[in-house]
């Protein structure tokens, strides 16, 4: 058997069936092992950065990685930006990079770079086979640190010969680590805090968004007066009726300095302490104030669900605490395109355990509140700040849940990194209902502007502006097989959106706002 043959062999061994791919002459003894051995499903992406944003959305939905397959250095520095986002979201990942036989490297041929050093930039561990012999081990390898918790990304550089050569044994699957759990003392200490009653506030991620995890923190909430919100983005949380309705902290640093203020205690659960997304002249970067004190409950990789609950028994909270109405009914809204409006339409609209993937920048602000009182769903936020992240997440979490409905909320500009997505989608049937928020400008780039002390001008118009020549979704969604409709009211989003919700397979509305 050779090299290739077993690592294929390894990562199904390794409970690992989805390969997001786009392969190059390195990778022909992988491709060519894909075709001996049956069970690894290969969906190829048009672009690495489709690949390795649709590897992100799968994981984070299926709890387990898929494999990438990308082309030396430069493929895989083609995928780099939604690698980065998957590490900000803890997501699990093996990434497979052919490169030159090792023979070959001392050539210099045109694609030899610093792979390894590239994948270094976004990777918690990387290797290089450097035999065919290892190259089993070295996968089983890969998959156990991508299941390390949190979860991680694990790049493994496979040279052509070590592909191709002969005398290879398939990796065994090596377990991976449980949580740790956080330290009673640990606990102890913060339920004390607690009891103080003074003005504290849960930041919760990670696991502490699941179900469970959001049902300990609102007992946690109701006994000790204790407020909960998530960072500004979030890897996966879930949401709608009967879920605790957690908001998150504005993007606007003003904004979110008014929700932090008077806080006392910060308690960070799977979350890092709340940071500005950018520095402002003459703003703070830490978004707590300066006399809060910071308390880690648990940190990501830690069993966040346990620490959660153990507090909330230790200050008597009772089991079940009912989940407050949010206050806020779903209802469809008419007339042109608001934030606001579009998310309480939405909100009513929302399919049953529906999955949403979300990267509608400005369009987005307005989106979580009014959801909570949607049907319940999973929610998944671009987490790294590198755009171009809707598509193919909503594509990789489609592949992950085929009997889930996904909505990918996507901003124009944002979407023009990684429209090659919706081909992916066309290809694989997949059952996505693609809505893109038409500005035909990157709106928030002008707030930017300001922001920093700067004033528009002719390079700052030139530079933001999508309008010359605009876009034509609907055509560039037909050119990849996905059918698509053009709206321009929240009534006809609305006509729309349901139509799209009850058929199957890809759709895309194109709302020009
Ligand atoms: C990979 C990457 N490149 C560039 C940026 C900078 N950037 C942030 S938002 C943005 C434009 C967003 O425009 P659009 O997606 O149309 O959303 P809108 O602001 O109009 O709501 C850009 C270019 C980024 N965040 N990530």
């Not at 090299?3 to 294929?8: H, I, R, S």
């Not at 007066?225 to 890897?235: E, F, H, I, N, S």
């Not at 302490?273 to 707590?288: C, D, N, Q, V």
């Amino acid at each position: 058997m050779n090299g290739a043959e077993t690592l294929v062999r390894t990562l199904l061994a390794s409970g690992v069936d989805i390969c997001f791919a786009n392969p190059g002459t390195s990778e022909m003894h992988f491709v060519a092992a894909l075709d001996r051995v049956e069970g690894m499903r290969c969906i190829l992406g048009m672009a690495e950065t489709v690949v390795t944003g649709c590897a992100d959305g799968y994981a984070r939905m299926a709890g387990k990685p898929a494999v990438t397959l990308t082309h030396c250095g430069p493929g895989f520095a083609n995928g780099i930006a939604n690698v980065h986002n998957a590490r900000r979201a803890h997501t699990p990942m093996v990434n497979i990079v052919g490169d030159h036989a090792t023979y070959h490297r001392p050539f210099d041929a045109p694609l030899t770079t610093d792979t390894e050093g590239l994948a270094r930039t976004v990777s918690h561990w990387v290797r290089t086979s450097t035999s065919s012999a290892r190259v089993g081990a070295d996968g089983a390898a890969a998959v156990q640190a991508a299941m390390t918790p949190p979860g991680q990304i694990a790049t493994l550089i496979l040279p052509a010969d070590t592909a191709w050569n002969e005398g290879a044994e398939v990796g065994a699957p090596l377990p991976a680590p449980a949580r740790p759990a956080v330290a009673p003392d640990i606990l102890r200490a913060i339920a004390q805090t607690l009891r103080t009653r003074e003005p504290a506030m849960f930041i919760l991620s990670g696991q502490a968004l699941s179900e469970a995890g959001l049902a300990a923190a609102h007992r946690i909430a109701h006994i000790a007066g204790a407020k909960l919100r998530t960072p500004t983005q979030v890897p996966r949380m879930a949401r709608g009726r009967g879920r605790a309705p957690v908001d998150r902290i504005p993007y606007v640093v003003d904004n979110a300095l008014k929700v932090l203020a008077g806080t006392r205690h910060v308690f960070l659960v799977g979350a890092k302490p709340p940071t500005a997304f950018f520095a402002y002249p003459g703003k703070p970067s830490l978004l707590s104030p300066p006399d809060a004190v910071t308390h880690v409950v648990a940190r990501p990789e830690q069993d966040a669900v346990a620490a959660l609950e153990w507090i909330a028994d230790e200050l008597g909270a009772p089991k079940n605490v009912p989940i407050p109405d949010a206050g806020i009914k779903p209802r469809l809204v008419r007339g042109k395109f608001e934030p606001e409006p579009f998310a309480h339409t939405l909100a009513a609209l929302l399919p049953e355990n529906c999955i949403v993937a979300e990267d509608a920048v400005t369009s987005g602000r307005a989106l979580f509140a009014p959801t909570f009182g949607a049907a319940p769903h999973d929610w998944l936020q671009i987490t790294g700040g590198a755009i171009g992240h809707g598509f193919p997440c909503a594509t990789g979490a489609a592949v992950a849940c085929p009997q889930r409905k996904v909505i990918c909320l996507q901003a124009d500009g944002a979407g023009m990194y990684t429209v090659q997505a919706l081909w992916t989608q066309a290809r694989e049937k997949l059952d996505v209902v693609n809505v893109v928020f038409a500005n035909r400008i990157y709106k928030i780039l002008h707030g930017e502007l300001l922001s920093v002390g700067a004033q528009p001008g002719r390079a700052s118009n030139e530079l933001f502006d999508l309008a010359r020549p605009e876009l034509d979704w609907v055509k560039l969604a037909g050119s990849m097989g996905v059918e698509a409709t053009r709206v321009e009211t929240l009534e006809g989003f609305a006509d729309a959106f349901s139509a799209a919700c009850g058929r199957r397979g890809p759709f895309l509305i194109e709302f020009r706002i």
